[in-house]
């Protein structure tokens, strides 16, 4: 779970450093570069998030920020990784599963390795097969031996080219006029070009300044063309917002309509399969969430059961996932858990639909059909427009079933109104010094009240736990005592009298009540006014201040909400 970044062209050492700080939302512990000069490789490595780094001019390079798995963080685990005799550099993403197996072979012919990682040994390895082949051939017998899921981008002393290899995390090639890029992600290199070539799994390609050469593990040629990719992908300013996070919180009131907006061939697929049964939901985090929501509407407004499972979980459920229908959830569409269990369940004959954010995802790729929340991109680590597009395309799918749209006509100026920054930030700042912070809400609300937790615990490391309102009393009133916050979420609707009752427990034994409500009450030590809604739309206007009160509980605390510790935006390792 890292971002590797290749560059080739007349002069690319800034175009590197801007297009790896543009992949930091997928790791950001350790990031390293490597140019290429008269005396040879030169290399660039530190701990911490990219800094202001100034490199030697250079026709290539390549670049890497790590979210560490093989290997402490540290400077010598930081990527680049060099073979022994400097010549070859390497950025690499994913796991290599039988590295130590090769790390002993080439230890045994006298390879010396300076890291911890796995990483190290494909540039052992290319320096090995460098000895007898060429550039190509060395390149296909490196990823021979090579197992596990893994995509790297390499670099070689005196030769102006570099070559990347794809057999699992992403990597796109991407087309400029005079220069050429490969990167695990179109938006390290979008300000140079919107020509792109997304290589699939197996997919090797060798690229100079002007050239770029695609091929298969048998060293066939694979003819793809460049394709653009769409507007929305370029839109990666903060604009006038401090932080991504901020700045997506607040494009909401846009991206849910947008969400909305699905062509019917393309939903036609979705409404048959929510017909049948059973149906799964897969998803991790927020996406998991999601998932949760899908089950009250699939319940309220079908009358139909769901399941939904983890992704890290479904393995666990394979005996009983034997047949029906595995919706999976993913705004990366790269989740390596959503990714197995999708595997797991084609495995079996089920069918898979998939709603991705990221169209271009293996999810996207690998689901028989997908639809697209079409949100634009997500650069904030943790999930929030994603969030609320993924609930209003659900409401859609399941009101179509039904044979109906849901009545979200004006839900933009609805989540415009919610947009309660300083009401928010002011109970940030009463409540910044809580250690526990606790968010309940029933039916529907519930995901929400585990949503509000998952991104105040993400974005201000503030301990939280959000749960079914009607649970306090079978453990968890024990810990509420002078002061505690509570987030109550509490619109009119056929939960409110008895979150209501709830609400005046947690008071009587000392809570302090954030009401997320239409109807204020004296209950709440803050009011949190949403619109009235029908009852399905309340997720979507309720969870918005949730966000806010996250965002500014992290900005209060000093730490940094685009980039939460030990975390990534997109996990693809199990
Ligand atoms: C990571 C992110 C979360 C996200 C989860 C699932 O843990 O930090 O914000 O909800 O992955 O991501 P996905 O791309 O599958 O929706």
Redesign the pocket.
């Known amino acids: 779970m890292c971002g590797i970044l290749g560059c080739v062209g007349d002069e690319v050492s800034s175009v590197l450093v801007r297009g790896l700080k543009r992949l930091e939302y997928r790791g950001y512990d350790s990031y390293g570069f490597a140019t290429l000069g008269d005396s040879g490789i030169y290399v660039v490595k530190e701990v911490g998030k990219i800094g202001d780094v100034r490199l030697p001019s250079s026709k290539l390079g390549v670049a890497h920020t790590r979210w560490a798995t093989h290997g402490r963080v540290s400077r010598e685990n930081a990527h680049p990784h060099l073979s022994c005799d400097k010549g070859v550099a390497v950025v690499h993403n994913g796991i290599i599963s039988n590295y130590l197996e090769l790390k002993r072979e080439l230890e045994e012919k006298g390879h010396k390795f300076t890291s911890e990682t796995d990483s190290e040994v494909i540039a052992h390895l290319l320096e090995e097969y460098l000895k007898d082949h060429g550039l190509k051939d060395a390149m296909l017998k490196t990823v021979r031996r090579l197992k596990g899921d893994f995509s790297f981008i390499a670099m070689f002393e005196g030769v102006e080219v570099l070559a990347g290899a794809r057999f699992g995390p992403p990597l796109v090639l991407g087309c400029g006029s005079g220069e050429n890029f490969v990167a695990s992600d179109v938006l390290a290199f979008i300000d140079r070009t919107d020509d792109v070539i997304f290589l699939d799994n197996g997919e090797l390609v060798i690229l100079g300044k002007g050239f770029y050469e695609l091929f298969d593990l048998d060293g066939n040629p694979v003819k793809k063309r460049p394709v653009k990719v769409a507007w929305e992908v370029a839109d990666v300013s903060k604009k006038e917002f401090a932080h991504y996070t901020l700045k997506e919180i607040h494009e909401q009131p846009s991206t849910i309509p947008r969400a909305l907006i699905q062509d019917d061939g393309r939903l036609k697929p979705f409404l048959e399969a929510l017909k049948g049964s059973p149906i799964y939901f897969v998803?991790?985090?927020?996406?998991y969430h999601a998932c949760l929501v899908a089950k009250y509407l699939l319940a309220k407004v079908l009358k139909k059961p769901a399941e939904v499972i983890l992704g890290s979980e479904v393995g666990y459920y394979s005996e009983l996932m034997d047949g029906g229908v595995l919706i999976a959830i993913?705004?990366?569409g790269e989740?390596a858990d959503?990714l197995k269990a999708v595997r797991m369940a084609k495995a079996k004959g089920m069918k898979v639909y998939s709603i991705v954010n990221q169209v271009n995802s293996t999810l996207a790729r690998e689901s028989d059909h997908f639809l697209s929340i079409n949100c634009g991109p997500e650069i904030g680590?943790?999930?929030t427009k994603s969030f609320t597009a993924q609930l209003a395309l659900l409401e859609l799918l399941v009101m179509g079933v039904a044979g109906k749209r849901p009545n979200l006509d004006g839900i933009g100026e609805a989540v415009g109104s919610v947009m309660h920054d300083e009401l928010m930030k002011e109970i940030a700042e009463r409540f910044k010094g809580s250690n526990d912070f606790y968010f309940v809400g029933r039916g529907i609300h519930y995901p929400i009240a585990l949503e509000g937790a998952l991104k105040l615990k993400e974005l201000s490391y503030v301990h939280a736990e959000g749960m079914a309102a009607g649970e306090l009393k079978h453990g968890t009133l024990a810990l509420i005592s002078d002061g505690t916050p509570v987030v109550v979420i509490n619109p009119k609707d056929e939960t409110y009298n008895e979150t209501m009752s709830n609400a005046i427990e947690l008071k009587s034994r000392g809570a302090r009540i954030i009401g997320v409500s239409d109807e204020p009450s004296s209950v709440y030590d803050y009011h949190v006014k949403i619109p009235k809604l029908d009852w399905y739309a309340y997720p979507l206007v309720e969870v918005v201040p949730l966000q806010l009160l996250a965002y500014y509980m992290a900005v209060l605390r000093s730490e940094d909400p685009d980039h939460p510790r030990n975390?990534?935006?997109?996990?693809t390792v199990e």
């Open positions: 998803g991790c985090g927020t996406s993913s705004q990366s989740t959503v680590v943790a999930a975390l990534a935006k997109s996990v």
